[in-house]
């Protein structure tokens, strides 16, 4: 196994989960230039790539049994730059919106593959790890992303879409380092006989995204609206909740050792508790605190996710189940803000702080139930 394996396969996590919202800083900025559009259509500008990134993702798997998994990653990582750089092309916001279709045709090739490759390449003790290192990269992603767009932003919207010419470095790497995996010969197969383990874990997913991203789709629009900052401020403190996300990853391991079956417990409670802090946030100081748990938390309980969903399928088929749980996490980007803008104007009070609440009272609710789980699950039943 050749040492530049690892990073090859990290460079490809590194920018695909946060692909979607790397542009989050300029946000404020993208609605200034196109007044005519309302908030949930500039939001979009954010989410719109999950629509075409879930059939893709299905593509992904089919055009993996012809073509093989390093042909159809290059394939995606081409798209990916087409559609990612080609937003600060855009003369109207219907031609943006065209790019980040294309933009999600492109993830939605790379992304399954990106986490199969783990299953292909590592086993037992060091896939968790992997993972965790792959959940640390792409939040690693996110750091450089959301700075580097948030300062762009500043000089002009346009500019900050250039932070997804990473594509081509990773592009590089893959063509030169990447070996095509090992197969046994058999295609990725149906759904029908995917354990229901796969789709348990992929709804997980959607709910965690579906609260996770009201973060990169309010945050911009919450410190202009409370005069907390201004777009490259916004930048920094998504760039948090990735830093934070990063840390998690690394200590993924050691962190689950110690906590054991009270894991995922532990991990709602601190994201209840950033969302808390979020939803009564005036200054910077309480958003700050808020994110990082929130960030910690999710780079925590993601990987785990993708730890358990491949250790469910036989290695023919995890691109397939990666696919279904890949699908599951853009959906939730995609619904994020439809959702929870659609549950604020029900109650009369829709607005970025209100999202916040929302995210609140939901994952406190998951943390209730987490909590009754554990207490009746043995101990010894848990994984070290």
């Known amino acids: 196994m050749s040492r530049g394996l690892k990073p090859t396969i990290l460079s490809i996590s590194l920018i695909t989960v946060m692909s979607g ?46 073509w093989g998994k390093r042909r159809t990653l290059l ?41 199969a490759l783990v299953g292909d390449f590592y086993e037992g003790e060091e896939r968790i790890r992997t993972m965790g290192q792959l959940s640390a990269s792409s939040n690693l992603g996110g750091i450089v992303a959301m700075v ?30 990447l070996p095509e995996p090992k197969s046994d010969g058999r295609p990725g197969g149906g759904f029908k006989n995917l354990p229901l383990a796969v789709y348990l874990n992929g709804a997980a997913v959607l709910l965690l995204m579906l609260v996770f991203y009201s973060i990169p789709t309010n945050m911009a629009l919450f410190l202009q609206a409370n005069h907390i900052g201004e777009a490259r401020l916004s930048g920094m403190v998504i760039a948090l909740i990735t830093a934070s996300g990063f840390v998690a990853g690394l200590v993924l391991s050691r962190v689950h050792g110690l906590v054991g079956r009270w894991m995922v417990t532990a991990m709602l409670a601190c994201m209840a508790g950033g969302f808390w802090l979020l939803s009564a946030a005036a200054s910077l100081a309480p958003v700050v605190a808020g994110v990082v748990l929130i960030g910690f938390s999710y780079g925590s309980l993601f990987p785990l996710i993708l730890v358990s969903i491949t250790g469910a399928v036989p290695r023919h088929r995890t691109v397939l189940a990666m696919a279904v749980a890949s ?25 970025p702080r209100q999202s916040f609440h929302l995210c609140a009272l939901g994952i406190t609710a998951a943390m209730v139930a987490a909590f009754v789980i554990s207490f009746r699950t043995p101990a010894q039943s848990n994984p070290e």
């Open 327 to 351: 699908s599951c996490l853009f959906l939730g980007q995609f619904i994020s803000p439809l959702v929870l803008d659609g549950l604020g104007a029900i109650m009369g009070t829709a607005s």
């Open 148 to 177: 580097l767009s948030g300062w762009l932003a500043s000089l002009s919207w346009r500019y900050s879409f250039g932070v997804y010419g990473f594509a081509l470095g990773t592009g590089l790497l893959v063509f030169f380092l």
């Open 21 to 66: 919202a790397a542009v989050a800083p300029a946000l404020g900025e993208i609605g200034r230039a196109f007044p005519q559009a309302d908030e949930t259509l500039i939001k979009l500008v954010l989410t719109l790539a999950s629509v075409m990134i879930i059939p893709f993702n299905f593509i992904s798997g089919r055009i993996c049994d012809r």
């Open 75 to 115: 394939l995606g990582l081409a798209v990916y730059l087409v559609g990612g750089m080609g937003g600060g092309l855009a003369s109207s916001i219907w031609t943006l919106l065209g790019t980040r279709v294309v933009l999600g045709m492109g993830v939605g090739l790379i992304m399954p593959i990106s986490t």
